[in-house]
């Protein structure tokens, strides 16, 4: 049973910094998708960032390139999603997101079976 706990979300000042982490289980995940996404209140789930295992190949939304990155930790079984330069635009909740053995590896919600609980970033002004 596949199994993401999201943690580190928060209020933050515009231009600040905010890093999550998504605590993965119940696979190797050594041929795996990992993304985060956000939905933001009366918007569509959009993709962030994702990660492919094994190779690390990354990708990124627009929005968010050169601001956010996606990393992991092998040994910790985690992947982070560090946030700088915030915008107010920024807000949403953000979930993890995984698939295991996938057919494809974007940025849509579609290619992913196994989601976090989320966790709430709200930024101010």
């Known amino acids: 049973q596949v199994q993401l706990v999201e943690s580190g979300g928060g209020s933050v000042q515009a231009g600040g910094s905010l890093r999550l982490s998504c605590a993965y289980s119940?696979?190797?995940?050594?041929?795996?998708?990992l993304g985060w996404f956000r939905q933001a209140p009366g918007k569509e789930r959009e993709g962030v960032a994702r990660?492919?295992?094994?190779?690390?190949?990354?990708a990124y939304a627009d929005s968010v390139k050169g601001r956010f990155t996606i990393s992991q930790d092998v040994a910790a079984n985690t992947i982070y999603l560090q946030m700088n330069s915030l915008k107010l635009e920024d807000t949403a909740m953000y979930y993890c997101?995984?698939?295991?053995?996938?057919?494809?590896?974007?940025?849509?919600?579609?290619?992913?079976?196994?989601w976090g609980q989320g966790t709430q970033v709200t930024v101010s002004s």
């Open positions: 997101a995984a698939e295991v053995w996938p057919w494809n590896c974007r940025l849509l919600s579609s290619d992913y079976g196994y």
């Open positions: 119940g696979y190797t995940f050594s041929n795996a998708c």
């Open positions: 990660l492919v295992t094994g190779g690390g190949s990354t």
